[in-house]
């Protein structure tokens, strides 16, 4: 089958990618898990450290230090107000 | 370069009275979620946040109103909007927003909807649907999908639920959107363009319960349940809203979108003056 080229945004060249910074909350996480499997670059993983209730909070994964592009979709899911980010590029 | 970075306090912090957190809800629960996007978009819609005021009745949604630090009131089961609109009428200048469940604003609040929806009084009416009542322990409530397991219908829920943004839209809400808490962008933009009109504005959100509804229905958690939601639902603003009944079931369709938004005109109590 022949390649079917890429779509790309015309803008592509231009556009400057957002870095954002991950802040967490580790006791107001519960452990829903709704940041780290719904984030869109697959930017965070659980912690191997549970906080004062047993609950498993989000890091940000190995490797994935830079990849964060500040969309705020961590934020406004988050039930607990325990995650959010900043814009650093 | 580093990865997260641990703090104490949250952006949103100042709009929810950041000492009552952890709040209650359960793991899972997705009513932190509607409650995080619409403090956002109380923020986000410019308004004055001394000239926005909540009004919650009784259920786990109901505490809502109790964690949001602008004027709330929560108020006894089902007459959140009686309550509402005599907030808008004595102060029309307020922004008044109604967050209450699905047993408690078409249960024992029922009434209460149609005529508020019927005559356009001006408020912003949001409700979070686990079709349940979670808070009192699960049992079936009007919005309980046909054959679903609650507490109160261990062999299955034999009767039809409503299906609420037809009911809204079909007595003249000028706004009716259905989405739900995994579906937080559009909500988040939903709940602005609410912010921004005048009249009976309705958004149904549906939210997982694990508790009372997940784990019982063959979904499971809160986290299976926003998979329930990725799967089956699909954004159709130009769907027949007679047509979008939803049956959580794992070969049926949710139907999302902004529905309706039309203009009319706002209700003022025969006999008031300009
Ligand atoms: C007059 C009265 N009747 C019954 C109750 C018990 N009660 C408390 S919450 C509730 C139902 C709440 O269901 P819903 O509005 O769906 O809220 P949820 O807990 O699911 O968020 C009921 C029946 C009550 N508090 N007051
Ligand atoms: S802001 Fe977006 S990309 Fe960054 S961690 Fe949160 S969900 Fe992921
Ligand atoms: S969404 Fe919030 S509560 Fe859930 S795992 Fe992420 S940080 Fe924890
Ligand atoms: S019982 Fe259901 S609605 Fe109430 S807090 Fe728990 S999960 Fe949420
Ligand atoms: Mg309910």
Same mark, same amino acid.
């Given at each position: 089958m022949a390649a079917v080229p890429l779509r790309r945004p015309l803008d592509a060249e231009t556009v400057v990618v957002p870095v954002g910074q991950v802040f967490v909350i580790p006791e107001r996480c519960k452990g829903c898990r709704f940041c780290i499997e719904f984030c869109p670059e697959q930017v965070l993983v659980e912690s191997d450290r549970m906080n004062a209730k047993g609950y498993r909070y989000p890091v940000v994964a190995d490797g994935k230090e830079r990849a964060c592009v500040n969309c705020g979709f961590c934020r406004l899911i988050c039930p607990e107000f325990a995650i959010y980010t900043e814009e650093i590029r | 370069m580093s990865g997260e970075i641990y703090v104490q306090a949250h952006p949103v912090d100042h709009l929810v009275r950041a000492d009552r957190l952890p709040h209650i809800w359960c793991p899972g629960c997705g009513l932190g979620s509607a409650t995080a996007c619409f403090a956002s978009a109380m923020v986000d819609s410019g308004l004055p946040l001394d000239k926005q005021v909540v009004v919650s009745g009784i259920g786990c949604t109901g505490r809502v109103a109790g964690y949001l630090n602008v004027d709330s009131f929560h108020t006894t089961h089902g007459r959140a909007i009686p309550f509402a609109i005599g907030l808008k009428l004595a102060n029309p200048e307020l922004q008044v927003t109604v967050? !209450?469940? &699905?047993?408690?604003?078409?249960?024992? %609040?029922?009434?209460?909807?149609?005529?508020?929806?019927?005559?356009?009084? &001006?408020?912003?009416?949001?409700?979070?649907?686990?079709?349940?009542?979670?808070?009192? %322990?699960?049992?079936? %409530?009007?919005?309980?999908?046909?054959?679903?397991? /609650? /507490? /109160? /219908?261990?062999?299955?829920?034999?009767?039809?639920?409503?299906?609420?943004?037809?009911?809204?839209?079909?007595l003249g809400a000028v706004f009716v959107a259905r989405w739900t808490v995994l579906h937080i962008r559009q909500l988040h933009r939903s709940m602005l363009r609410a912010l921004d009109k005048r009249g009976f504005r309705f958004i149904e959100v549906l939210a997982p319960c694990p508790v009372g509804f997940?784990? !019982?229905? &063959?979904?499971?958690?809160?986290?299976?349940?926003? $998979?329930?939601?990725?799967?089956?639902?699909?954004?159709?603003?130009?769907?027949?809203?007679a047509q979008a009944t939803i049956e959580m079931k794992h070969d049926s369709r949710i139907v999302l979108g902004d529905f309706v938004d039309i203009e009319r005109?706002?209700?003022?109590?025969?006999? $008031?003056?300009?």
């Open positions: - | 967050f !209450s469940g &699905d047993g408690d604003m078409f249960a024992i %609040g029922g009434n209460h909807f149609l005529h508020a929806a019927r005559r356009n009084v &001006d408020l912003n009416v949001v409700c979070i649907n686990n079709f349940n009542y979670g808070m009192t %322990g699960g049992q079936f %409530g009007p919005t309980t999908p046909l054959g679903a397991r /609650t /507490t /109160t /219908t261990p062999h299955g829920n034999a009767e039809p639920p409503f299906n609420l943004v037809h009911v809204a839209s079909s997940g784990k !019982s229905n &063959d979904i499971g958690e809160g986290l299976d349940e926003m $998979w329930f939601y990725r799967r089956q639902c699909v954004i159709d603003p130009e769907t027949d809203l005109p706002v209700f003022r109590p025969s006999g $008031w003056e300009e």
